[in-house]
């Protein structure tokens, strides 16, 4: 039996009175807290010449890719961001400023000896793109690290190789984009890790010691809360120099320092892993990265992957399977899509896929629901990516391994209500085919995708399952970032449909298809924008081989009022149906606390929010 309570009964005044005593993380924020400024509203699509030059780059070689993109109707496809990376820096004049590298990029010269790229980015807008530039977080920039035999390093004494933007940030950042004209900006985070006293570039290229504030791997040596603090400053720094909000931060730091928490508070995308590599398994490490962290990425916030590999190693010309399987995976994470590789050497089948409107548009979809994993059992994933037009999905199934197997889906899970019709269109064959309601069935080759749009009915009718508006969800605070390891691809966040560890939802024995999965203590922030009117729960903690002293609180706030309050619950208890009122509230809070007496070390209760929905 589960018991219908009421919000007005269970506002119990007695737990209220403690509530000064949870974690500040826990309190209500009455907002939606995420970066909120600039211009991401859909993942940044462009080109970027690191993956194909490295330090090689020049003004001549970029123009001719950009040619191929403009000619190959790529830009008409909605790549638009021709962004620079590292190797443009000469070195820091004794006046402050940056002198860029006119060797290779001879539009920024100037008569009176200066440079500026103002006329690169005019040229770019005047073709109708947008402009990228890269940057750094510390003093010196990776290629002062890992590229260190370039002859394109920044040169001269010490201080003038210092071209990061350590004790620069507002003078450079004004002349990047109120100068010269830039529209994105990628950070990069070397700086912070790789010139610690004793390091090679140090030792050997002379540059000054810094104490690393990321440890790569090693998330207890590494200071999270500097980092953070580094890029918060970037990040209001660029709200304020962009009035007029047309700007894009990319945060960089590879998945190290938590930036996979805290990415979105403060930019538009960030890196969840190193820098991809054209092999498959570097493709695969890349995708877990990211692939886990649904409830991270909506409108305006993106996990990112790193760029296309596709023209690259393991996915060239040669490799379309697995240049296709790459193409989609990015497109259902809501990844960012920045080729990177030298597309005037790309045959005709390369610029095909990369211009297939319909991945491209999974990709874009306004909603900004990153697919969560429906079926994860290796090699074979199951994605599904709930679109804006309800009853929509993008559909993945996606085989890693390297024989031949077979996938089937259900309606269930699409999320689309059992027994009713729905349509099916493989987006690489762009072509309809019949129609459910039975389970989809495929034979998938090795490696192989195949990816569909399927049109429906709701499993939710007229309302919305929470876990199908991801998008509008964000993870405002999570019970295990005291100790969530940097890289680890789940590292126990909540998620979609699942638990924090990828187990099926149950409470007291019922399974639930859908809900959120979540350590106590949490807090998860809702976008509602006063479009719903009931929000509609039950609530318990999840079954498990855990201590059945484990307890915890729900609390439910509608613009940082208490709406609904449990009592403290156990693991085993029959879930709690909640069913709220929640006209007009704009910020919907819920919060799981941990209410356990006796706590041990690094333990915390999970919690299920189970078939949560909002009509
Ligand atoms: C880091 C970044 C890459 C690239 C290089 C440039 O490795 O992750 O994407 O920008 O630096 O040196």
Redesign the pocket.
């Known amino acids: 039996m589960k018991p219908l309570l009421l919000a007005a009964l269970l506002a119990i005044p007695a737990l209220n009175a403690n509530a000064g005593d949870y974690p500040q993380a826990l309190q209500p924020s009455g907002r939606f807290s995420v970066y909120g400024h600039g211009a991401a509203a859909t993942p940044p699509m462009g080109w970027n010449p690191?993956n194909a030059f490295r330090t090689e780059v020049s003004q001549a070689r970029m123009l001719e890719v950009v040619d191929v993109i403009q000619r190959s109707g790529l830009q008409q496809a909605g790549y638009r961001y021709i962004n620079i990376?590292?190797g443009w820096w000469l070195k820091r004049a004794a006046s402050g400023d940056i002198e860029i590298r006119t060797s290779m990029f001879p539009i920024a010269g100037r008569a009176d000896g200066s440079t500026s790229f103002r006329a690169w980015t005019d040229q770019l807008h005047a073709r109708g793109f947008k402009a990228g530039l890269?940057t750094e977080a510390g003093r010196n920039?990776?290629?002062q690290a890992?590229?260190r035999h370039s002859p394109n390093l920044p040169i001269g004494r010490v201080a003038e190789r210092e071209i990061g933007l350590q004790g620069f940030e507002a003078s450079d950042l004004k002349i990047m984009f109120q100068d010269w004209g830039f529209d994105y900006l990628?950070v990069?985070a070397?700086g912070l890790a790789d010139f610690g006293e004793g390091s090679e570039p140090v030792l050997e290229s002379g540059h000054r010691a810094l104490r690393p504030l990321i440890v790569r791997d090693d998330a207890q040596r590494t200071d999270r809360d500097a980092v953070e603090t580094r890029y918060a400053r970037i990040g209001r720094l660029l709200a304020d120099l962009n009035p007029d909000n047309d700007y894009v931060l990319s945060i960089?730091p590879?998945g190290q320092a938590g930036v996979r928490d805290w990415g979105g508070q403060y930019g538009h995308t960030w890196?969840t892993s190193p820098?991809i590599e054209p092999s498959w398994e570097s493709m695969l490490h890349n995708f877990d990265s990211a692939s886990q962290r649904e409830l991270y990425a909506g409108p305006g916030r993106w996990n990112d992957p790193?760029?296309l590999a596709i023209g690259l190693g393991d996915f060239d010309a040669d490799h379309l399977v697995e240049a296709r399987s790459h193409f989609s995976l990015w497109a259902m994470l809501s990844a960012p899509l920045l080729m990177g590789f030298d597309l005037t050497q790309a045959p005709d089948a390369l610029l095909e896929l990369l211009r297939n409107p319909e991945v491209i548009a999974i990709d874009q979809d306004a909603a900004g629901n990153q697919a969560t994993l429906v079926i994860d059992q290796p090699p074979l994933q199951v994605l599904v990516k709930p679109l804006s037009v309800p009853g929509e999905r993008a559909v993945l199934l996606f085989n890693r391994g390297d024989a031949t197997l077979q996938a089937q889906v259900n309606a269930t899970q699409m999320k689309l209500a059992a027994g009713q019709p729905f349509s099916t269109r493989d987006l690489w064959q762009q072509r309809d085919f019949g129609s459910g309601p039975g389970p989809l069935d495929f034979t998938l080759g090795p490696h192989q995708t195949i990816m569909l749009k399927v049109s429906g009915t709701p499993v939710a009718g007229r309302g919305r399952l929470l876990s199908e508006m991801t998008g509008r969800i964000h993870v405002a605070a999570d019970g295990l970032r005291s100790y969530s390891t940097n890289l680890a691809a789940a590292a126990g966040t909540p998620r979609a449909d699942v638990t924090p560890y990828g187990e099926p939802l149950r409470i007291a024995g019922t399974d639930y298809h859908y809900g959120i999965g979540a350590h106590a203590d949490s807090r998860l922030e809702v976008r509602t924008d006063g479009e719903f009117s009931r929000f509609s729960s039950d609530i318990g903690l999840q079954d498990g081989p855990m201590d059945q002293h484990d307890q915890a609180i729900f609390r439910i706030y509608g613009d940082q009022r208490l709406l609904f309050e449990s009592p403290p619950m156990t693991v085993g208890q029959h879930a709690v149906s909640v069913d709220l009122d929640i006209s007009g509230v704009q910020v919907l809070e819920l919060v799981a606390a941990d209410a356990t007496a006796r706590k041990e070390a690094l333990k915390t209760p999970l919690v299920t929010w189970a078939d949560p929905r909002l009509q």
């Open positions: 690191w990376d590292d890269y920039a990776c290629s890992f590229d990628k990069d070397c960089c590879w890196r820098d790193d760029m």
